[in-house]
């Protein structure tokens, strides 16, 4: 299965918000953030457009899917 | 946002989600107390016909209400994580009895186990969403 990096473990502690307060933005739960900060889930689009929105970022700026099995076209 | 502000949504939160699952647990408790009292004393724990029809009747609704009105509520304040976690839950408790099942059956046909009874794979299945709940949510 592929798996999915991202950044907002970065970016919430450069903002220093803990992983409640950042779920309480979200409108997620702190177990929510903490799943996508260590890669066992998988955000929704929804949910990584609002995360997106909250950084102020593009989605690919914290989302990288590092997908290399084959063209993208 | 302020200290208070989030601190107080996800207080929100939780109480949504302790609300519903606080209620189905006071209509299961309800519904046990009542059977417990009107059971036939002299009955086995899964004997027929050990409480009355009436309540019988009573405990199927109220059950199948609860528990599908209760589940959607417990969908609309839970998180996108908690769904998904309780979509694997369900899939794999609907596999291990749609699996355990003919499995057993097979094994009955040989005269190898007793036949299959419905109560033990409902346990199976419950067994194993709660297993499989854990698995996904806390692993």
Known sequence: MEEMKNRLKVLRAERDWSQAELGARLDVSRQAVNAIETGKYDPSLPLAFRIARLFDMHIEEIFDDEFTGGSHG | ?139
């Open chain 2, 1 to 139: 946002m302020a200290e208070g502000d989030w601190q107080a949504r996800a207080k929100q939160r939780t109480r949504r989600i302790n609300t519903v699952v606080g209620a189905l647990f006071a209509v299961g408790l309800v519904s046990g107390f009542l059977v417990g009292f009107f059971e036939d004393k002299n009955a086995g724990l899964v004997a027929a016909n050990s409480i009355p029809p009436w309540l019988a009747v009573v405990s199927a609704i109220v059950f199948v209400v609860s528990v599908s009105y209760g589940s959607w509520k417990l969908m609309q304040v839970s998180d996108e994580l908690e769904r998904v976690v309780h979509t694997k839950t369900t899939v794999v408790a609907g596999n291990v009895m749609l699996i355990g099942y003919p499995t057993w059956f097979m094994l009955w046909k040989g005269g190898l186990v007793p036949e299959p009874d419905a109560l033990w794979l409902f346990a199976a299945g419950i067994f194993s969403s709660a297993l499989a709940y854990a698995w996904y949510k806390y692993r």
